[in-house]
Structures are given as C-alpha cells and as structure tokens.
C-alpha cells in the first residue's frame, strides 16, 4: 500500500544556497508557511555529525507543522533522529533493503532516471519516485550534454507507470517561470491517466529571497495540475481499435433500428429526427402528457432536452424520465441553456433527482451551472468562456450525479467518475449553425442503444473507450 502522503510541493535542502543572514531551518520554516507540503534534507556537504544534528533541527520544524520529513541517501540518519523515511537514489541501498531495516511504516522515495527505472521502483514498493531532472540545473549538474528529461520525457515517463499505484514529482530546474508551461503540459497530453503528484524544488525556494513567497507562488501554479484520471482520444489520429467499434456500432443500429424517443425544443425537431434516420434509427419525437410514459416504456433509449420549456413541458419531462427509470430505459438528459435562468437551473436539478439519467449531456456553460461552478458562462444557449479544471469538473459531477457526464465544445470531456477522457473532435463551422450539440444529444442516446445498453465501455487494457467518436 502506498502511504497517503502529500507530496504536491516537494522542498529538497541545500544548505550552500541559503541566503546570507538566514538559516536553514529559518528558510523551512517559511518554506512551510508558503506551502511546502513535504521536506527532504539533502545534504551533500557535510560530515554524519552535522548531518544528523541539522536532522534533528529541520525534523522538529517539520513535527511542528505536521509536514512529512526524509532523510536523502543515509538510512542511518534516517534510523538515527527517526525521520518519516529516505529518498534513495540509483546507486544507494536498494528499496527491497530500505524497507527491510525501515520497516513497513516509513517512507520510501527514488530518483527514477529512466523509465525502466520508474516501473523497476514501481514493482519493488516505492511510495513516490522523483524524475531525472526536466531541466538542467546547477543544483545537480550532470555535465554539458545533459539536455534534461524535458516536459516530454516527463508524459513518457508519467505513462509508463500509470498501473501502478506509486507517486510522481518532478525535479530539476523547475521555478515559478517554467513551472506552468510544464504543468499544462502534463495535463494536456498524459494519455493513460496518471498525473503528477507534486514538483520538488531546490534553488527555487532555498535560494529565494522570501521562502514564504516563493513557495506560495509555486503552490498556485501546483494547484492546476488535473487530479484525475483522464485518457485523451485525438480524432486526427484515430485509434483503430475505437473506429472499427464505431463501425461495428453504426451497424448494429441500422441493423435493429432502435426506437429513440426524443422530447426536445421546436427549434431542432426536424433535424434531429432526421439525424436519427439517417443513422439507422426510428424517432418518436412524441411530447403529449398523455402518451411519453408508453413510449418511455417501449423505447430502447430517452433523450430528454429541456429547451422549449414550460411547465407542460416540464411535466412530460417528469413523466417520461420516471416511466424510463422503471422501464430500465437509458435516458440521456440535455440541460439547454441550463445555466441562463433560475427557472432553467431550478428545473434540470428538481429532473435530475426525480428519475435516473444514464447520460448527462451539455456544453461548458450548461455543466457548470449545474456543477454550481463558477467559470464557463452561458449567454443564453450558446456557452461562452471556458472551464478551468474541465476533467475535474466532469469526474466531480459524474460521481455526485452518479451518472455518466459529457461536456461538448471544441473538445468533449466525458467522464463516469472514475475515468474521463477528452475527445478533441470540434470544428469551427459547428458554431455557425444551431442545434449541433442537440442532435450530438440524441445520436449519444442511439449509440447508447446499440451496445447492449453501453456507451462506454473498458477494453482489456483498462481503457476508457467511447462510441460517439464521429
Ligand atoms: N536531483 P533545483 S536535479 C536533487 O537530476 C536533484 O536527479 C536531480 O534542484 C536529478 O530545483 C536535483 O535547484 C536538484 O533545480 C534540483
Ligand atoms: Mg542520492
């Protein structure tokens, strides 16, 4: 088991780079004020005797602020002032035998220089892994040819071991002018869902003229990192297993035809029911009180979208989406313009608890009004802006909805709550005309349909793997 420790921001010591006048535990002390979340003393300059008295001194500041303190290379040290646990590198003891004369307790981090090295600590039990420096530094030189791990080394590197259950942080030359390139860097292209924990520092903050600032500055910029598992699908270069399933997908309805049953707002009837056929399936764009409940019920799947509301309207919602719920119908729920009124807000969050929605489908704006985030506002049905933290965003509502959440625009998140992915599918002439993104609604709700009641699916690898990949 891998201890539940907070590694976001990572202090690596150095007592060489300490500003006159100050002193080490001086620069921890503020360092943790700012937000340091973790400490490691590392210390290559001085004899056992001072190392373990500067353990003593920078373990009692960390105790203090209950902030997780390791010793750098000496597991004697570490066993001597009885430090939370050792970072090791390549050439120390190895991790088998670190934990064998630390016991189980106590933590154990590596400098993983490869990625072969990364899945090695992985294997053996290693609670977290620091990278090969992503960029030179003279903290650590490793001679003029060294070019660094690099943002892309280090998506390398976090894919290769995202099955394990270890920590990442990165280190090496990180500082609060490169730290958000990086960062947005791993959020934007991680394929396989293992983000960074945290980014270790040297010079950054012991050498900073105030810790304090220096260390909230890099916790702001740490904060951004995406805390979810996400898997990113690029429709420029389709992944074939995906497209044969689709294929397989858009037989299967033409061959069944499924019976969709769509309440959805005058202006996209037509469309949208036309978009049904020519996929292969048969509308029923049927909103009477008197009959949604029969249709609900013979349906294979309900798309339910709110945009002509009014209170009949809102009725047949009701009806339907419960008559679905007892039927074992999957409803697909499109909350127009949820975010423009109070009227808008009040009814998409009095439908979604009356009845079970299987898929809740909306753009930035419409999902963050009802996520009650701030961030991407609507005018009217059109979302303008965009969402800071869109996995984030999706996975929380997902988990709280209990449903599946997909988020349309330029690129899709969608997300069960456990997994999210993104699907950068958009293109520029979907916003000059109208009713995209409903017809988007109900040909989920076919694909829904279609695969034994599954829109998404995990293959043998684990992968998240959506069908409306059109
Ligand atoms: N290890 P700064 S680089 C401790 O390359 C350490 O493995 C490195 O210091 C590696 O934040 C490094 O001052 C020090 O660049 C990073
Ligand atoms: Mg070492």
Request: aromatic residues 8%; proline residues 3%; negative net charge.
């Amino acid at each position: 088991m891998v201890k539940n420790i907070d590694i976001s921001l990572y202090l690596v010591t150095d007592s060489s780079l300490v500003p006159k006048g100050k002193t080490l535990a001086q620069v921890v002390e503020e360092a943790i004020e700012g937000g340091v979340t973790f400490v490691q003393l590392r210390e290559k300059e001085c004899d056992t005797r001072e190392f373990i008295q500067k353990a003593i001194e920078i373990k009692k500041i960390c105790k203090e602020h209950n902030v997780p303190f390791v010793i750098n290379d000496r597991i004697d040290v570490a066993l001597a002032v009885d430090a939370d646990g050792v970072h090791l590198g390549q050439q120390d003891m190895t991790i088998e035998m670190a934990k064998s004369i630390l016991g189980p307790n106590k933590i154990i981090g590596i400098t993983a220089e490869t990625n072969e090295q990364a899945i090695a600590a992985a294997k053996a039990g290693a609670d977290y892994i620091g990278s090969l420096a992503i960029y030179p530094t003279s903290t650590k030189p490793r001679g003029e040819d060294f070019t660094g791990l690099g943002k892309e080394g280090l998506v390398s590197l976090l894919d290769s071991i995202s099955e394990y259950d270890m920590k990442v942080v990165a280190i090496g030359g990180l500082n609060s002018s490169n730290l958000d390139d990086v960062v947005q860097y791993c959020n934007k292209n991680i394929t396989k869902g293992k983000n960074l924990d945290g980014v270790a520092v040297v010079s950054a903050i012991i050498a900073a003229p105030d810790a304090k600032k220096a260390s909230a500055e890099l916790a702001s910029i740490i904060a951004k990192i995406e805390k979810v598992n996400t898997k990113t699908l690029n429709a420029a270069t389709p992944d074939y297993e995906i497209v044969k399933k689709v294929g397989e997908a858009l037989y299967r309805i033409k061959a069944n035809s499924p019976l969709i049953h769509t309440l959805t707002n005058f202006v996209v009837m037509n469309d949208t029911a036309n978009a049904t056929i020519e996929i292969g399936g048969s509308p029923c764009m049927a909103h009477a009180l008197g009959e949604v409940e029969e249709f609900a019920t013979i349906a294979g799947c309900v798309v339910i979208n709110i945009g002509s509301l009014s209170a009949e309207w809102n009725d047949s919602f009701y009806l339907a989406g419960r008559a679905a719920e007892k039927a074992g119908t999957p409803v697909v729920f499109d909350p127009v313009a949820a975010g423009a009124t109070h009227y808008r807000l009040k009814t998409c969050k009095s439908l979604l608890q009356s009845f079970k929605v299987t898929v809740l489908k909306g753009n930035a704006g419409e999902i963050s009004a009802i996520a009650g985030f701030g961030g991407a506002a609507s005018k009217g049905v059109d979302s303008t802006g965009t969402v800071d933290k869109p996995f984030e965003l999706v996975s929380k509502l997902a988990q709280q909805l209990n449903t599946c959440v997909c988020m349309t625009g330029a690129t899709d998140y969608i997300s069960d709550g456990k997994k999210s992915i993104s699907l950068h599918n958009g293109h520029e002439m979907l916003g000059n005309i109208t009713g995209s993104g409903c017809t988007v609604g109900n040909l989920v709700g076919k694909f829904y349909y279609y695969y034994y009641n599954y829109y998404y699916y995990y293959n043998d690898d684990d992968d998240f793997i959506i069908y409306v990949y059109i």
